[in-house]
């Protein structure tokens, strides 16, 4: 089983950090389903040393879900270590640095992937977040600038000699984004040529795809983002219910997470578009979907979701 410091997990596969989506109800509920550790949302390095209600409110957090990792982002060394101080008020099992995010709000200011174009700041960052911080520091990156610049191995071994305890590696560019295919065998090399250990990321949505990933880069973990996303079967060897009356007993528990740890009357749109993507791959998926856009309040998306529930398998002509 995957080791990171002290901290031993009882499965290797990981959710990974999904900005607007990693919040505590779903991080709890992708533990339920198998997941050995779970990452927050991406936590602004200068919101924490500020303290702003919103960045805090990210931080919630119940023994249930641990071990649980929290990410910060920044380009200022001296801003992430104060981070990273202020964050071991929260008992995190571990801090990690996204040093990988290609969103352009986030690399225009230097950080996530622009630290990529700039190894010694990134050097600095981690140095001064190991050295803040109470827990073992990983960093999350990618195979490269883009296809001409592949800065992997480097910059892995640059975070190992900085004190990291860990990588994980995605297996795109910066230039590529989200797009084309993850490129396991890049991940594959910066296995070889660091110690620490080496998680890879990228095009996983099911745990067989997981197993086959882990074997074939020979990588000590895996981690699963939007691939888990209406789907934490990911993380279970039991898989994705192909029919509306397995998916339900999953969306149920997700509605009950969030109506104990969310304000869901102010965060109606998100839920609704969590909720939404459960039905994405049955047939008359649309019609699902268009179901849980209309209710106009959380009370009505949970009663219209157990009316599913109590009808069974639906004809098309019964969804409104």
């Known amino acids: 089983m995957l080791k990171i410091g002290p901290l031993q997990l009882d499965s290797p596969l990981i959710l990974a950090p999904l900005a607007g989506y990693s919040d505590l109800p779903f991080r709890l509920l ?5 997941a050995g550790l779970v ?3 991406m936590i602004s390095c200068h ?11 990210m931080l919630a957090t119940v023994p249930a879900e641990r071990p649980l990792s929290i990410q910060l982002f920044g380009a200022d060394p001296m801003v992430m270590g104060q981070a990273a101080a202020l964050l071991n008020k929260f008992h995190p099992d571990l801090i990690d640095i996204n040093m990988g995010c290609p969103v352009r709000k986030v690399t225009k200011r230097g950080a996530g992937s622009a630290l990529m174009k700039t190894p010694a700041l ?13 827990v073992p520091v990983t960093v999350k990156t990618r195979i490269g600038i883009d296809q001409k610049t592949m800065t992997a191995v480097k910059f892995a071994q640059m975070a190992e000699d900085s004190g990291a305890a860990a990588v994980t590696i995605h297996g795109r560019t910066w230039a590529q984004g989200f797009t084309g295919l993850a490129d396991w065998q890049a991940i594959a090399e910066v296995k070889k040529a660091v ?23 020979g990588c000590d973990g895996v981690m699963i983002g939007r691939g888990a996303l209406g789907n934490p079967w990911a993380f279970s060897a039991s ?11 999953g969306v149920r528990r997700h509605l009950e997470l969030m109506a104990e740890h969310l304000p869901t009357d102010r965060m109606l749109g998100a839920i609704k578009n969590q909720i939404g993507r459960y039905f994405k791959e049955l047939p008359h998926s649309s019609q699902y979907r ?16 157990d009316a599913l529930g109590q009808q069974g398998t639906l004809k098309i002509e019964d969804l409104r």
């Open 239 to 249: 898989g994705r219910p192909a029919t509306l009356e397995g998916l339900l007993p």
């Open 30 to 34: 992708c533990r339920e389903y198998g």
């Open 122 to 134: 990134a050097r600095q960052i981690i140095e001064a977040v190991v050295r803040e911080s109470d």
């Open 47 to 57: 919101g924490m040393v500020y303290q702003q209600p919103n960045t805090l409110a």
């Open 195 to 217: 110690s620490i250990p080496v998680i890879g990321n990228g095009d996983i949505d099911d745990y067989q795809t997981a197993q086959q990933r882990l074997d074939e880069a």
């Open 290 to 305: 268009k179901l849980v856009c209309a209710c106009s309040d959380f009370a009505t998306l949970r009663q219209e979701i």
């Open 39 to 41: 990452v927050s949302e």
